[in-house]
């Protein structure tokens, strides 16, 4: 069955560090990937998604995450972090068959920026 | 941009009492979803619906559940007799195809109380 993991559930950074937020997925089959952010009190907004077009997808708010197949890996980077992306992120992966998918989230991670 | 609009979003209900989550997806989508999150966990699938018709439900998604789409533009989820542990916060989603490499659009959610 198809999965993500995101390691840990908590990242600080300092404002204007790099952020990395780590997601790994599980899957026999050439997955499509996506980045979801969570702001207070908000629903899910998708940053990016990888569709095997590009290894390297260029999302909103400058972020970016790349997809590894060797590693199965998929995190999400931003080279310099800022007060406002301060929410809880969530990799997700397209479950299913035909015309008939859903999404299966990771347990998120809190990203937290410090002046 | 289109969004999605969910209403209420709160609602404090009584255990056993009947509830309405409504949802009004983006006009020219046709694959709407539930999704819920319960405090500090992942987000989990409930249903997937297209063409008046459920396509996928998940084992939470039991007979207390329904779905329905009773005119062109409201989606809603209804849950006959709360249960405590329905307390969450309730996303719904729509996307243009229910292909896997289709983007979900979320709603800001309602925060659904079961006293």
């Known amino acids: 069955a198809q999965s993500v993991t995101q390691l840990g559930s908590h990242v600080s950074v300092s404002e204007g560090a790099l952020v990395l937020l780590r997601c790994n997925y599980s899957s026999s089959v050439p997955p499509y990937l996506f980045w979801y952010v969570q702001y207070p009190n908000q629903g899910l907004q998708l940053l990016l998604k990888y569709t095997s077009a590009a290894t390297l997808v260029k999302g909103i708010n400058g972020f970016e995450a790349e997809f590894k197949k060797s590693e199965t890996s998929f995190h999400l980077t931003k080279p310099s972090a800022h007060m406002s992306d301060a929410a809880e992120y969530f990799c997700?992966?397209?479950?299913?068959?035909?015309?008939?998918?859903?999404?299966?989230f990771g347990k998120g991670t809190l990203l937290t920026v410090n002046p | 941009e289109p969004e999605v609009t969910q209403t209420p979003s709160h609602q404090v209900t009584q255990m056993g009492q009947e509830v309405i989550l409504r949802c009004v997806p983006i006009s020219n989508h046709l694959y709407f979803y539930w999704y819920r999150q319960i405090l500090g966990q992942k987000v989990e699938f409930l249903v997937s619906f297209y063409n008046n018709e459920i396509s996928e439900k998940s084992e939470i998604f039991d007979d207390q559940f329904s779905v329905e789409r009773p005119d062109g533009s409201n989606f809603t989820l209804k849950i006959r007799s709360t249960k405590l542990e329905d307390s969450a916060m309730y996303f719904c989603a729509s996307s243009q195809t229910g292909g896997a490499h289709q983007p979900q659009h979320f709603g800001d959610g309602t925060r659904l109380s079961i006293l």
């Open positions: 997700a992966v397209s479950v299913g068959g035909g015309s008939n998918y859903k999404l299966t």
